[in-house]
């Protein structure tokens, strides 16, 4: 069974996109759940998850919930033996590819964790968007080539085996988790690319901040993760 958890935090807007590419006969046909791991939403996410069939996490404390704490909460939920994690701002190029590759990826016992290749929203998608992207996919391949481990939270797919082995996201990263738990991942076997798949994602974050800036952001979570198995950002803002 594979099971897809969406984290998920006052998405009405775009949750909607990803969960109708996974539509109830694509789900029987692939033995697939989807779980919504909500961050305490206060607009329609919660209602959207149900409506469309997901099975729905919800996060109830008075504090803000970090991404790594809803993904491990999708994943305690999860009947699968293959977890698939996607962001709730993304699309799939090929949802029923998409499925079979995370199936025969997972079945190579050589594999430990899968990733793809992420691209900005096609129809809003600038030239420094595809620079970057570009770029990005590159070196995710070259950290992976090098036996570093890499893949970003668009898209990170492992056994629920190997998810628990190496005791899942670390729930205390506000930022870097994706990075975190893949460089774990790692010391257990390849890290590997999709082949024919691209996940979209929405470039919001991007158009409100733009490039120079999310990179720095992303280069100091790096690095607190390597040095401090931290992450410098005290908060990761939404941006909706």
Partial sequence: MI???????????LLPQI???????????????IIVSDGGSTDGTVEIAEREGAVVVQHREDRRQTIAEGRNQGAAAARGEILVFINADVRISDADLF???????????RVAGVTSVVHVFPEEEIFADRLFHLWHN????????????????????????????????NAAMVAGEDYDLFRRVRKNGRIVMMSGVTVFESPRRFRKYGYLHILWGW?????????????SSEEWEAVR
């Fill in 19 to 33: 969960l109708a590419q996974f539509p109830p006969a694509l789900r029987s046909r692939k033995n697939a759940e």
């Fill in 138 to 169: 590159s070196y995710v391949r070259f950290l992976n080539f090098i036996g570093e481990g890499m893949g970003r939270g668009e898209c990170q797919i492992l056994k629920a085996e190997m998810f628990r082995r190496v005791g899942g996201y």
């Fill in 219 to 231: 280069t100091r979570n790096a690095l607190a993760v390597i040095f401090r198995n931290a992450s």
């Fill in 3 to 13: 099971s897809i958890i969406i984290p998920a935090y006052n998405e009405e807007k």
């Fill in 99 to 109: 499925l079979a590759e995370a199936e025969r990826l997972a079945a190579d016992t």
